[in-house]
């Protein structure tokens, strides 16, 4: 069954819009691992969280670990159209790293 | 740009052919990874190997067959496939198994079982 649940599962913007993905698990995690995909191209990592509250930027990208360690988000600030693509989620189960559905970004410039 | 390499990127098989896939990494990493990512469901781990050994094998239907004959190698025989196993194939390796690294992708390669 699902392991990790992201929300949404597709968004579209307008150029300059903020985009947030969540990323959520019923049980505690180690850590949390975030991807891009750009379409027609395979998943590139971004940013691993592993610290309680842990906030880390990167450039428009915001990542966020919750307190209880059981959800994360990534925040896009005014988004480009260089943004278009699914992120994904990953957390460790069973020393596996299991992949979130994603979120599908589109963007209207 | 990636230090997986996959070839083939793009097959075209029926379902009484074998075809392998293949994949190397050039980074010195000792695990290396089999994911499949179909349009309805998220990356699905396949099989994992660990220094050359197995260590996962994910219920993975016997038509695919795993080799990995060194920690750089790794292939994917493939054989009476259904048309259910269209997909892209997405091979990744990591510095070690149990390592809450990253995940290097190659570039995946398209199936299409006719």
């Known amino acids: 069954g699902q392991q990790v649940m992201q929300i949404p599962q597709y968004q579209h913007v307008q150029e300059g819009e903020d985009f947030t993905t969540y990323c959520n698990s019923s049980t505690t995690l180690s850590n949390i691992q975030w991807y891009k995909q750009r379409p027609g191209g395979h998943p590139v990592f971004l940013i691993q969280?592993?610290?309680?509250?842990e906030v880390k930027k990167q450039k428009r990208l915001t990542f966020q670990f919750g307190e209880a360690k059981k959800n994360s988000s990534l925040h896009i600030t005014a988004t480009q159209t260089t943004d278009v693509g699914t992120y994904f989620c990953?957390?460790?189960?069973?020393?596996?790293?299991?992949f979130g559905q994603g979120t599908r970004l589109t963007i209207n410039p | 740009e990636t230090g997986v390499t996959q070839t083939p990127r793009h097959l075209v098989m029926g379902m009484t052919n074998k075809k392998s896939l293949k994949c190397e990494q050039h980074?010195?990493?000792?695990?290396m990874y089999w994911y499949k990512q179909s349009a309805k469901k998220p990356l699905e781990l396949m099989f994992v190997y660990n220094f050359k050994e197995q260590t996962e094998n994910n219920s993975v239907p016997s038509r695919f067959s795993p080799e990995c004959p060194n920690s750089s190698h790794l292939f994917l025989h493939l054989h009476t496939l259904q048309p259910e196993d269209s997909a892209l194939y997405l091979c990744?390796?990591?510095?070690?198994?149990?390592?809450?690294?990253?995940?290097?992708f190659g570039e995946g390669s398209r199936l299409t079982v006719l």
């Open positions: 969280l592993v610290k309680s509250g």
């Open positions: 990744a390796s990591s510095r070690e198994f149990r390592d809450t690294g990253e995940l290097f």
């Open positions: 980074l010195g990493h000792n695990a």
């Open positions: 990953a957390v460790l189960r069973a020393q596996k790293l299991v």
